[in-house]
């Protein structure tokens, strides 16, 4: 600017300089409100209801993101908008709605629930919206809308490994019982297929409802069908109810051994399982006990900030989630739409979990799956891994 003024004329520099005010003029307050605009995320949660654990996980470690990185992204101040959807569908569409039209976020987050999950959906496609899911986990989310970036798990991806561990342990013969509900059945499915094809057996395929189950008439005929083990998927919070009847039925003493997903043996209620949890075997994508350094510096941080809780796997997607839409935010100066997407697709990087990438085709979460064992480590229960599978696709986008 200061060189273009030195070669015009005196009175071309008066035309000028009028053309220059006036146009600053037209643009000084847009600009200003464009910088005083923080950059909103909408974060829905069940904060309240039969599934709190995990909207209590996720903000947590979505806020320990937003205290080690600072509140400003390309210059603007990032405002996290937290509501809770008690893990009813209708609330979390509404408040997606919301969340879009009046607040303009550039990023809806969170999703507890894959109906929760699947309810919000429209809402980003409508509102060209990303939206990250930090914890639903049914294969087939991120079809439900081209602006689903996932940051969680897929059942499918953590229920091969169990599968393929036991078909090489001496186990012969499973029974499985899963939630009657979307994540439930991509266990079911993706458990049996593969412990089939490696030569195993399942003779009782079983199923609980989401709302209240009662785990005894399942778990009666889990001791009828007298399998070497149940394969369980429970959403996140459920495990301890479970564990303390499959327990109180003898199920552990008949030698009928319990392996899973990690949903049901979750860091958030482990710790308070008690010795029935020792020894039970699941596969899934983190462990409070992952030996890493990265792992270890999340875990000290999120207890320092949280003392009461150890963090999950819940957690570990929400903190994620955040780091995702903060780079992206960076990497497009503050963009939103088609920009801030395309700016979250194909991003790799070192999670508390291990190494992971946002696959730009399918949008979902390629990571490492571990088989791990329940252990006591210097007196409290983790998920001590001991093998893994690197780098695992969700295995559901191949059907
Ligand atoms: C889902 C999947 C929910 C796994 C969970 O806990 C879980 C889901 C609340 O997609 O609904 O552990």
Known sequence: MTTTRRLVTHSALGALGTIACAAAGLLTPGFAAAQADALKIGLILPMTGPFASTGRQIEAAA???MAQNGAKVAGKTVELIVKDDAGVADTTRRLAQELVVNDKVVALAGFGLTPLALAAAPVATQGKTPLVVMAAATSSITEASPYIIR?????????????????????KKAVTMVTDYGPGIDAEKFFVDRFLLNGGTVPEKLRTPLRSPDFAPVLQKVRDAQPDAVFVFLPSGQGAAFMKQFAERGLDKAGIKLIGTGDVVDDDILADMGDVALGV???????????????????????AANPKMRPNF???????????IYKALEATKGASGEALLAAMKGQIFESPRGQVLIDAQTRDIVQDIYIRRVEKVNGALYNVEFDAMKGVKDPGKNR
């Open 63 to 65: 806020r320990l993101w």
């Open 151 to 171: 940051t969680s798990f897929t059942l499918p991806q953590a229920a091969i490994g169990i599968a393929e561990w036991a078909a090489k342990n001496k186990i």
């Open 281 to 303: 075997v699941t596969s899934h994508h983190y462990s409070a006990a992952h030996k890493s350094p990265a792992n270890q510096k999340y875990v000290a941080a999120f207890q």
């Open 314 to 324: 819940m957690s570990v997607g929400g903190y994620d989630g955040m780091r995702v």
